[in-house]
Every structure is written in structure tokens, then in C-alpha cells.
């Protein structure tokens, strides 16, 4: 199926541009984070709770096209989802972007399949972007924050720098190797920072990337709405 979404582009100096993104392909990588013994804890302790551990570190899980949106509202199953803040890469016109975004999961279905939690729901990231080449230089610094609403109050849920995560070079490289040429569509979300404390299923999530060497950020926020009166669910 198709799914075209409207985007705008922040090019440094320049009048914002809008574009039409095809999305083809998308993406989500998980373990990607550099401390690989943080990794690994993390790992443990989903392990503990009965959420099965990746064959490989850092990984990636496909996702239907479909699933990708710049909304501001979901709709979930059951009352155990949640997102996380993380950045956004995505090829249009031959060039690469960059953008945040949050690969909202179900939490219950990730004991059985992680490739089918993140198939359940939706990701969501921000309708703005900058292209890769104007953060490519101190990408690392980029920083990352989101703050998660329950019962109509607002708390911090993740804050660190990019350069916490794995970061684009190695998955151009790693999505070449598995694709061949990297076409227009392709997005990927690049596996989230480490959260303050744990995974919270909130009502709404706010996330943020700040650029502190342009002076600059993109923000979105979005709220999450769980389906009621089914007879029967999975």
C-alpha cells in the first residue's frame, strides 16, 4: 500500500521546504546503544519478565509501511503500551534525513513476538526534519528528551545525547549490506536512549531534538487512546 506523508524541511538558512514522503520500507532497530554492557542489563532485565532476548546486538525489525505517521493521537490495544523517544533517519530525492520519532510497542504481545509488538502499533515521529549533512559533523551532540503524561501530570521519561546510540553511519552501512542501494521511502528508527526510570505506559508522550551547535529543535507530542468495548481481544 502506499502511505504519503507531508514533512517539512529545515534546511540552516533557508525558507522551510514541503515534501511529500513515499514511505516504502520502515524499520525499527532495538540494542542500539554503545554501552554494550548497558545493553546487556537491559536485555537481563526484560528477560526477567519474560521478554525474550534478540539473536543479534543491536538488531533491526521490519514494519508494515503503514505503521509509519506524523500524527498527534493512537489508538492501542490494551492498557500495556508505550513509547520511547529516539531519532529518525529517511531517504527522499536521493538525500537523507534526519528527524525524532517514537516506536510505540506493545508491551503485553513483546513476551510472545518483539517483531509482532512493534507491528501492533503505530510509530509516530515529527512532521519536521533537517537534512543529515548540516548535524552529520557533531551528530553525537544532539540531544534527545521526552517527558510522558499520566493522569494529567507531566514527568520526565528519557534525556541524553544522540551520541548515546549506535549511530547513522553504521546503519547506512548495515542497511546497504541488506538492501543493496538505499532507495527513496526508507525510513529507520534508530532504537531509543535508556529511559530514567523504566518503561512508563503513559496517556500522552512529548519528545524533542535539540541542536545545540544551530541553535534549533523539533518537537512533537502525541496521545494515546485505548480501544474499549470488544467482545473479544488478543
Known amino acids: 500500500m502506499r502511505n504519503i506523508i507531508s514533512l517539512t524541511i529545515h534546511r540552516s538558512g533557508h525558507t522551510p521546504e514541503q515534501v511529500d514522503l513515499d514511505v516504502k520500507k520502515v524499520f525499527n532497530a532495538g540494542w542500539a546503544g554503545r554501552d554494550r554492557a548497558a545493553v546487556q542489563h537491559h536485555i537481563d532485565e526484560l528477560a526477567a519478565v519474560g521478554v525474550p532476548a534478540p539473536q543479534?546486538?543491536?538488531?533491526?525489525?521490519?514494519l508494515g509501511n503503514h505503521l509509519l505517521t506524523t500524527t498527534d493521537a493512537i489508538q492501542v490495544h490494551g492498557e500495556?503500551?508505550?513509547?520511547?523517544?529516539?531519532?529518525?533517519?529517511?531517504?527522499?530525492?536521493?538525500?537523507?534525513?534526519?528527524?525524532?520519532?517514537?516506536?510505540?510497542?506493545?508491551?503485553?504481545?513483546?513476551?510472545?513476538?518483539?517483531?509482532?509488538?512493534?507491528?501492533?502499533?503505530?510509530?509516530?515521529?515529527?512532521?519536521?526534519?533537517?537534512?543529515?549533512?548540516?548535524?552529520?559533523?557533531?551528530?553525537?551532540?544532539?540531544?534527545?528528551?521526552?517527558?510522558?503524561?499520566r493522569n494529567g501530570v507531566d514527568d520526565p521519561y528519557q534525556n541524553d545525547v544522540t551520541g548515546a546510540l549506535i549511530g547513522p553511519d553504521y546503519w547506512i552501512t548495515e542497511l546497504e549490506q541488506r538492501l543493496g542501494h538505499l532507495e527513496d521511502g526508507l525510513v529507520l528508527f534508530s532504537g531509543a536512549i535508556g529511559t530514567i526510570a523504566g518503561l512508563v505506559v503513559g496517556d500522552a508522550y512529548s519528545f524533542r531534538m535539540i541542536d545545540p551547535v544551530l541553535n534549533r529543535s523539533i518537537e512533537h507530542s502525541y496521545s494515546c487512546e485505548v480501544l474499549t468495548g470488544a467482545i473479544e481481544d488478543y
Request: charged share 20%; proline share 4%.
Open 56 to 62: 543479534h546486538v543491536p538488531t533491526l525489525f521490519a
Open 80 to 149: 500495556n503500551t508505550s513509547g520511547e523517544v529516539e531519532y529518525v533517519l529517511f531517504w527522499h530525492q536521493g538525500e537523507i534525513f534526519v528527524t525524532i520519532g517514537s516506536d510505540h510497542t506493545d508491551r503485553r504481545l513483546e513476551k510472545h513476538s518483539i517483531p509482532k509488538s512493534k507491528n501492533l502499533c503505530l510509530n509516530v515521529m515529527a512532521a519536521e526534519a533537517w537534512p543529515y549533512t548540516e548535524v552529520k559533523e557533531h551528530f553525537d551532540k544532539l540531544i534527545l528528551n521526552c517527558s510522558v503524561t
